[in-house]
């Protein structure tokens, strides 16, 4: 896809990294909030009242601005990461005080740009991992965030994951349409099956679409595996959670963070972990 010298490639693959973590940080603002604007007005025309009047508000219109003043942030002030530092995570205007969610997600999404350069090179198929992980990264911090794991983001998932198996392992395209209906069908049943012991929902339908997804890109047999890391992740997170603040304790605690995470390992683990949790089970 490209061929540039290390010098010139690592640097840029920080800075296009930086960049995608800045925008998906517009993206895991701003979708929830469209989402809910697009729910009640679908919900004010079935009930035939008249539609709310608002300003337009998307990914990019209106410009980014302070959470608290809505003072509009100057666009040196909205360098990834740079621009948070030099504000010490505070408004330029009214100094109310900037999630440092903003620099984290930036940082995260160049080193997901870094790690998808260093395992598969400046290609085609590098690109659509990359793709692969920004979209996790994206979904863990709305539902950390909002409780929501959008359609809008599941569902191209899903559907990139068996463009990638055509496009570049069309040998692993049967077990990525199983994997991508098991995927579906294991958190189905375990919702369905929770519910009708406790009478409780355990977790949401964005769940099941985004195991589905991580099976099409990963195939069938990571299922396992991916289930495995992301209960395993969550219920030690969980537990350290509850145990430093008691508050949270009995709280709902979203699946959706910790299937990203798992996906994360297992798309840059590769074939090494996956030859590592075979052995495990033949043994």
């Not at 030099?86 to 408004?91: D, H, M, S």
């Not at 659509?128 to 998932?157: E, H, K, N, W, Y």
């Amino acid at each position: 896809m490209l061929d540039l010298p290390p010098s010139l490639l690592w640097p840029l693959a920080a800075f296009v990294g930086l960049c995608l973590g800045s925008f998906l940080n517009v993206v895991i603002v701003r979708l929830p909030v469209m989402l809910m604007q697009g729910w009640r007005a679908e919900a004010r025309d079935a009930l035939e009242l008249p539609a709310e009047e608002h300003s337009t508000f998307n990914l990019a219109t209106p410009r980014s601005m302070c959470p608290s003043c809505e003072t509009p942030i100057a666009w040196h002030d909205n360098l990834p990461v740079i621009g948070w530092l030099k504000r010490r995570g505070r408004c330029a205007n009214c100094e109310a005080r900037i999630s440092p969610q903003y620099p984290l997600v930036e940082l995260a999404g160049g080193a997901l740009t870094l790690a998808a350069v260093a395992l598969f090179g400046p290609t085609w198929q590098g690109l659509f991992v990359l793709g692969a992980c920004l979209s996790l990264l994206a979904m863990a911090v709305i539902d950390l965030r909002t409780q929501l794991l959008p359609d809008l983001l599941t569902l191209p998932l899903l559907w990139a994951g068996l463009a990638y198996q055509l496009l570049f392992q069309p040998l692993m395209l049967p077990s990525a349409v199983i994997g991508a209906m098991a995927g579906y069908l294991a958190l189905w049943s375990f919702y369905w099956a929770f519910k009708l012991i406790t009478g409780k929902e355990g977790m949401g339908y964005g769940d099941f679409k985004l195991l589905a997804a991580l099976g099409a890109w990963m195939g069938w047999q990571a299922l396992p595996l991916l289930l495995i890391l992301s209960a395993g992740v969550g219920a030690i997170i969980g537990i350290l959670v509850q145990l430093a603040v008691p508050r949270l304790r009995g709280a709902p605690m979203p699946f959706g963070p910790y299937l990203p995470l798992a996906g994360w390992i297992a798309l840059l683990g590769g074939e090494p972990l996956m030859a590592v949790y075979g052995s495990f089970f033949v043994l």
